[in-house]
Protein backbone atom coordinates (compact mmCIF):
# COMPACT_ATOMS: atom_id res chain seq x y z
CA UNK A 1 0.00 0.00 0.00
CA UNK A 2 1.08 3.21 -0.94
CA UNK A 3 1.80 6.16 1.16
CA UNK A 4 -0.29 8.43 -0.92
CA UNK A 5 -3.58 5.85 0.21
CA UNK A 6 -2.13 5.73 3.48
CA UNK A 7 -2.45 8.92 4.00
CA UNK A 8 -5.96 9.63 2.05
CA UNK A 9 -7.12 6.71 4.57
CA UNK A 10 -6.14 8.83 7.33
CA UNK A 11 -7.72 11.93 6.58
CA UNK A 12 -11.26 10.29 5.40
CA UNK A 13 -13.88 12.27 7.47
CA UNK A 14 -16.95 11.40 7.90
CA UNK A 15 -19.78 14.48 6.86
CA UNK A 16 -23.07 14.29 9.31
CA UNK A 17 -25.70 16.91 8.88
CA UNK A 18 -24.50 19.36 11.34
CA UNK A 19 -21.01 18.38 11.38
CA UNK A 20 -17.62 16.67 11.17
CA UNK A 21 -16.60 13.45 12.76
CA UNK A 22 -13.25 11.89 12.22
CA UNK A 23 -13.52 8.19 11.67
CA UNK A 24 -10.69 5.83 13.12
CA UNK A 25 -10.05 2.58 11.19
CA UNK A 26 -8.22 -0.63 12.49
CA UNK A 27 -4.98 -1.35 10.04
CA UNK A 28 -6.81 -4.38 8.50
CA UNK A 29 -10.31 -1.55 7.94
CA UNK A 30 -7.91 0.45 6.69
CA UNK A 31 -6.03 -1.98 4.55
CA UNK A 32 -9.20 -2.86 2.76
CA UNK A 33 -10.40 0.70 2.16
CA UNK A 34 -6.65 1.52 0.67
CA UNK A 35 -6.90 -1.60 -1.66
CA UNK A 36 -10.67 -0.70 -2.71
CA UNK A 37 -9.97 2.80 -3.12
CA UNK A 38 -6.50 1.55 -5.17
CA UNK A 39 -8.62 -0.44 -7.84
CA UNK A 40 -11.23 2.02 -7.84
CA UNK A 41 -8.74 4.64 -8.59
CA UNK A 42 -7.34 2.50 -11.25
CA UNK A 43 -10.35 1.31 -12.83
CA UNK A 44 -12.22 5.03 -13.25
CA UNK A 45 -8.65 7.14 -13.26
CA UNK A 46 -5.99 6.84 -16.25
CA UNK A 47 -2.35 7.27 -16.03
CA UNK A 48 -0.11 9.48 -18.12
CA UNK A 49 1.31 5.82 -19.67
CA UNK A 50 -2.15 4.89 -20.22
CA UNK A 51 -3.17 8.29 -21.92
CA UNK A 52 0.33 7.76 -23.89
CA UNK A 53 -1.01 3.98 -25.09
CA UNK A 54 -4.40 5.30 -26.06
CA UNK A 55 -2.92 7.99 -27.76
CA UNK A 56 -0.34 5.75 -29.70
CA UNK A 57 -3.32 3.56 -30.50
CA UNK A 58 -5.35 6.52 -32.12
CA UNK A 59 -2.25 7.73 -33.84
CA UNK A 60 -1.65 4.46 -35.05
CA UNK A 61 -5.65 3.81 -36.17
CA UNK A 62 -5.62 7.49 -37.88
CA UNK A 63 -2.59 6.38 -39.89
CA UNK A 64 -3.52 3.21 -40.65
CA UNK A 65 -7.32 5.22 -41.86
CA UNK A 66 -4.92 7.93 -43.91
CA UNK A 67 -2.80 4.82 -45.65
CA UNK A 68 -6.44 2.84 -46.18
CA UNK A 69 -8.36 6.51 -47.82
CA UNK A 70 -4.39 6.98 -49.61
CA UNK A 71 -5.10 3.86 -51.58
CA UNK A 72 -8.53 3.97 -52.47
CA UNK A 73 -7.87 8.08 -53.66
CA UNK A 74 -5.06 6.10 -55.61
CA UNK A 75 -7.28 3.28 -56.79
CA UNK A 76 -10.18 5.81 -57.65
CA UNK A 77 -7.59 8.50 -59.27
CA UNK A 78 -6.58 5.25 -61.73
CA UNK A 79 -10.15 4.78 -62.46
CA UNK A 80 -11.15 8.05 -63.20
CA UNK A 81 -8.09 7.68 -65.66
CA UNK A 82 -8.87 4.64 -67.28
CA UNK A 83 -12.45 6.64 -67.87
CA UNK A 84 -11.03 9.36 -68.89
CA UNK A 85 -9.30 6.93 -71.85
CA UNK A 86 -12.40 5.49 -72.37
CA UNK A 87 -14.23 8.77 -72.99
CA UNK A 88 -11.91 9.62 -75.18
CA UNK A 89 -12.29 6.38 -77.24
CA UNK A 90 -16.00 7.01 -77.22
CA UNK A 91 -14.92 11.01 -78.37
CA UNK A 92 -12.94 9.30 -81.17
CA UNK A 93 -15.31 7.29 -82.06
CA UNK A 94 -18.05 9.57 -82.36
CA UNK A 95 -15.95 12.07 -84.48
CA UNK A 96 -15.80 8.76 -86.89
CA UNK A 97 -19.23 8.48 -87.09
CA UNK A 98 -19.95 11.66 -87.76
CA UNK A 99 -17.81 11.94 -90.48
CA UNK A 100 -19.25 8.71 -92.25
CA UNK A 101 -22.58 10.57 -91.75
CA UNK A 102 -21.06 13.81 -93.26
CA UNK A 103 -19.57 11.40 -96.04
CA UNK A 104 -22.85 9.54 -96.67
CA UNK A 105 -25.20 12.71 -96.69
CA UNK A 106 -23.00 13.90 -99.38
CA UNK A 107 -23.07 10.66 -101.03
CA UNK A 108 -26.91 10.70 -100.99
CA UNK A 109 -27.08 14.05 -101.92
CA UNK A 110 -24.81 13.38 -104.94
CA UNK A 111 -27.44 10.01 -106.35
CA UNK A 112 -30.14 12.07 -105.40
CA UNK A 113 -29.21 14.77 -108.15
CA UNK A 114 -27.95 11.82 -110.59
CA UNK A 115 -31.17 10.34 -109.71
CA UNK A 116 -33.27 13.85 -110.48
CA UNK A 117 -31.37 14.22 -113.57
CA UNK A 118 -32.07 10.64 -114.91
CA UNK A 119 -35.37 11.10 -114.30
CA UNK A 120 -35.81 14.16 -116.04
CA UNK A 121 -34.08 12.38 -119.04
CA UNK A 122 -36.28 9.37 -119.17
CA UNK A 123 -39.72 12.34 -118.56
CA UNK A 124 -38.11 13.98 -121.75
CA UNK A 125 -37.53 10.50 -123.58
CA UNK A 126 -40.63 9.46 -122.54
CA UNK A 127 -42.46 12.71 -124.03
CA UNK A 128 -41.01 12.09 -127.06
CA UNK A 129 -42.13 8.60 -127.28
CA UNK A 130 -45.85 9.75 -126.61
CA UNK A 131 -45.71 12.62 -129.57
CA UNK A 132 -44.26 10.34 -131.89
CA UNK A 133 -46.86 7.44 -131.43
CA UNK A 134 -49.49 10.27 -131.11
CA UNK A 135 -47.94 11.44 -134.94
CA UNK A 136 -48.34 7.26 -135.79
CA UNK A 137 -51.89 7.17 -134.34
CA UNK A 138 -52.55 10.58 -136.37
CA UNK A 139 -51.04 9.02 -139.54
CA UNK A 140 -53.00 5.76 -138.99
CA UNK A 141 -56.41 7.67 -138.75
CA UNK A 142 -55.72 9.37 -142.15
CA UNK A 143 -53.84 5.95 -144.17
CA UNK A 144 -57.43 4.35 -142.74
CA UNK A 145 -59.85 6.71 -143.85
CA UNK A 146 -57.43 7.29 -147.24
CA UNK A 147 -57.38 3.43 -147.72
CA UNK A 148 -61.23 3.22 -146.90
CA UNK A 149 -61.88 6.02 -149.14
CA UNK A 150 -59.75 4.48 -152.11
CA UNK A 151 -61.37 1.19 -151.37
CA UNK A 152 -65.05 2.47 -151.84
CA UNK A 153 -63.85 4.33 -154.54
CA UNK A 154 -62.61 0.74 -156.10
CA UNK A 155 -65.94 -0.99 -155.43
CA UNK A 156 -67.64 1.74 -157.37
CA UNK A 157 -65.85 1.63 -160.10
CA UNK A 158 -65.67 -2.38 -159.89
CA UNK A 159 -70.05 -2.51 -159.86
CA UNK A 160 -69.87 0.56 -162.48
CA UNK A 161 -67.91 -1.81 -164.63
CA UNK A 162 -69.69 -5.03 -163.81
CA UNK A 163 -72.93 -3.24 -165.00
CA UNK A 164 -71.23 -2.00 -168.32
CA UNK A 165 -70.94 -5.92 -168.90
Known amino acids: MTR ?3 W ?3 SIRLRTHGGSATLVFSEQQAEGQAEALAAA ?3 SLATKQDLTELDARID ?3 ALTR ?3 RELEARIGARFAQIDVRFAQVDARFAQI ?3 FLQVDARLDHLER ?3 ARLVELERRIDREMASKVDLADLERRMTIRLGGITVAGIG ?3 ALVKML
Open 157 to 159: VVS
Open 67 to 69: QGL
Open 60 to 62: ARF
Open 98 to 100: DGR
Open 114 to 116: HFD
Open 8 to 10: QLR
Open 41 to 43: MTD
Open 4 to 6: KVR
